[in-house]
T-cell receptor, first 114, second 115 residues
Framework: AQKITQTQPGMFVQEKEAVTLDCTYD???????LFWYKQPSSGEMIFLIY??????QNATEGRYSLNFQKARKSANLVISASQLGDSAMYFC???????????FGTGTRLTIIP | NAGVMQNPRHLVRRRGQEARLRCSPM?????VYWYRQLPEEGLKFMVY????????ESGMPKERFSAEFPKEGPSILRIQQVVRGDSAAYFC?????????????FGPGTRLLVL
């Protein structure tokens, strides 16, 4: 079974609008971490935001926020006031307490339209 | 530059040759992870190392691939007798601890092309 599922292969959003990128996960661990990374066309992986399974508040980092719904096992990334520079691939990843590796989803390609 | 360093950024090899990919973790980081990204896919875990120790190599192909992180110097991912299917982007990441919530910071990647 997929541990991380990103169901939106591609999204087109008008500049300045907010956008939500979906991510659902599957784990039996009680302790785990959820991460979002951005991969622009230049190819590097840029860390955006982290949410711990025991964190009661949703994580926020500038224009990025994470809509964490533990019971539904979802960790959607919300980007407010989108900018042209937000066009990139976005990957959701999980790290379980029982191992050290990150498990990645297949990504969502976000394109911001001027 | 205090980030994760990888070199070379691009590597072209002919089938049967060896590829050596190097990774220097962020300053103060002693945990190194290697991931592989095939075109249009997410990253897949390969191996996790600490200085002089391989901790988890569950994602490494059984043959031709090896990794090390010596006491001195960068971590090395070595691919012997490369085949076309090895063409991919190889990313190294580092963290300061192995705690669940510890962020792994990625290097720029090495793009390997096997002709």
């Amino acid at each position: 079974a997929q541990k991380i599922t990103q169901t939106q292969p591609g999204m087109f959003v008008q500049e300045k609008e907010a956008v939500t990128l979906d991510c659902t996960y599957d784990t039996s661990d009680q302790s785990y971490g959820l991460f979002w990374y951005k991969q622009p066309s230049s190819g590097e992986m840029i860390f955006l935001i982290y949410q711990g399974s025991y964190d009661e508040q949703n994580a926020t980092e500038g224009r990025y926020s994470l809509n964490f719904q533990k019971a539904r096992k979802s960790a959607n990334l919300v980007i407010s006031a989108s900018q042209l520079g937000d066009s990139a691939m976005y990957f959701c990843a999980m790290r379980e307490n029982t191992n050290e590796k990150l498990t990645f989803g297949t990504g969502t390609r976000l394109t911001i339209i001027p | 530059n205090a980030g994760v360093m990888q070199n070379p950024r691009h590597l072209v090899r002919r089938r049967g040759q060896e590829a050596r990919l190097r990774c220097s973790p962020m300053k103060g980081h002693s945990h190194v992870y290697w991931y592989r990204q095939l075109p249009e896919e997410g990253l897949k875990f390969m191996v996790y190392l600490q200085k002089e120790n391989i901790i988890d190599e569950s994602g490494m192909p059984k043959e031709r691939f090896s990794a090390e992180f010596p006491k001195e110097g960068p971590s090395i991912l070595r691919i012997q007798q490369v085949v076309r299917g090895d063409s991919a982007a190889y990313f190294c990441a580092s963290s300061s601890t192995h705690r669940t919530g510890e962020t792994q910071y990625f290097g720029p990647g090495t793009r390997l092309l096997v002709l």
